[in-house]
């Protein structure tokens, strides 16, 4: 009998045994720096939103106040469909649009957009975080900016 107890003890501890595994290997698989660790939600999906800037540094010294001062009522409209929108007033009365579309790097750690308008140019901001109610983006090399966004 002391056989059947084991196998017992086993069949009962099972079910904990796995989550405990999924847990313990998990952190090795989070995409990006700050999370999150796992979402049922696609990406493009997450990213697809209409955002607002929440937090603004630059070289991690927070200048929200200034930037906000700066891009009032800015709104960043990322849509499913590969097309993107940056609107804000500038100094609260220059009216500022920019469009073009937008796609993920290869290993989706950071979104390209091409803006078409005004002019074309190309833009990489590598994605700190991603949740449905945030996205972090960082862009600059010798000058670091961090955008934390939320929606608007």
Known sequence: MPGFCIFVRMKKSFPFILPALFLLFLPS?????DGPLFSLRS????????WKVDYYSEN?????QQYNNLYQQNQLVIEKSGAYLIHYLYQGNLDYTESGN??????????????TTPGTDTSDLRILRLK?????????DSVRKEYRLVPF
Do not use: Q
């Not at 698989?29 to 720096?33: A, D, L, T, V």
């Not at 937008?102 to 803006?115: L, M, P, S």
């Open 102 to 115: 937008w796609k993920f790097n290869d290993n989706k750690t950071a979104i390209i957009f091409y803006r």
């Open 29 to 33: 698989c989070k995409k990006y720096e």
């Open 43 to 50: 990406k493009k999906a997450r990213v697809s939103n209409v």
């Open 132 to 140: 449905e109610n945030e996205l972090w983006l960082l862009d600059g």
């Open 60 to 64: 991690d010294v927070d200048k929200t």
